[in-house]
């Protein structure tokens, strides 16, 4: 069956360093977005692909970066960790653009001491 | 920017109660989603509604879209255990801003 997974799951850092947060998918689908939740904020967009080599700041892209090499990956990088980025992170993709549904995958929990 | 409000943001309920959960945009949405997140998990995907006034059901849940289609609705009838969750609301605005705004959320509680 088709899914989408991330890594890790649980991931503790130190502030400065950076970080990677993997994202991967086998629904074939174009488009893909990363979300953090807060408590208080939902979730709150920080960058999407619409296809390979695409790539597209959201509501909180600052100190996020991402990158779009294949149709199934989109790695969320954090150049230099922050407490303020310690949040559960979702990966989602969807068919197409429009009316379509989004497909999350189960999370990251990242802690920046 | 496009803004999506909901209230409440927290709901306490005995089993057997109704529950609903309001949601409004501060712009004209193209459609909606509804999403449900249970403790611990992802957001899973409910149902879309793309025309105003529009309302669909899925056996206990009734799902509403505003006429002005800036607003739009979740109710529970008669919850249970299992309807524990936060559940979302995810506005779509037209033209150029084709990506999903997330509401608030409201966190249900329902106690046996």
């Known amino acids: 069956d088709a899914e989408i997974t991330q890594s890790p799951r649980h991931k503790i850092t130190e502030t400065g360093r950076q970080v990677t947060l993997a994202c991967h998918q086998t629904w074939n689908h174009n488009n893909m977005f990363w979300y953090r939740q807060d408590l208080g904020h939902g979730l709150r967009l920080i960058h999407y692909?619409?296809?390979?080599?695409?790539?597209n700041k959201g509501e909180v892209s600052d100190g996020y970066s991402v990158s779009r090499s294949n149709t199934e990956d989109l790695p969320l990088t954090l150049e230099s960790a922050a407490s303020s980025q310690t949040s559960v992170y979702f990966c989602?993709?969807?068919?197409?653009?429009?009316?379509?549904?989004?497909?999350f995958g189960p999370g990251t929990r990242l802690t920046v001491t | 920017g496009q803004q999506v409000m909901q209230i409440p943001q927290y709901q306490h309920v005995q089993e057997g109660e109704d529950f609903t959960t309001y949601c409004n945009s501060s712009t004209t949405l193209s459609n909606i989603q509804w999403y449900k997140q249970r403790p611990g998990g992802h957001p899973v995907f409910l149902i879309q509604l793309v025309k105003s006034g529009e309302v669909k059901k899925q056996k206990r849940l009734t799902f509403q879209f505003g006429e002005a289609k800036k607003n739009s609705s979740l109710h529970i009838t008669a919850t249970q255990t299992t309807d524990v969750g936060t559940y979302f609301c995810?506005?779509?605005?037209?033209?150029?801003?084709?990506?999903?705004?997330f509401g608030t959320g409201t966190l249900l509680a329902v106690q046996p």
């Open positions: 995810a506005g779509r605005g037209g033209g150029a801003t084709n990506k999903l705004i």
């Open positions: 989602a993709s969807s068919e197409g653009q429009g009316t379509y549904e989004q497909y």
């Open positions: 692909s619409y296809g390979v080599q695409d790539t």
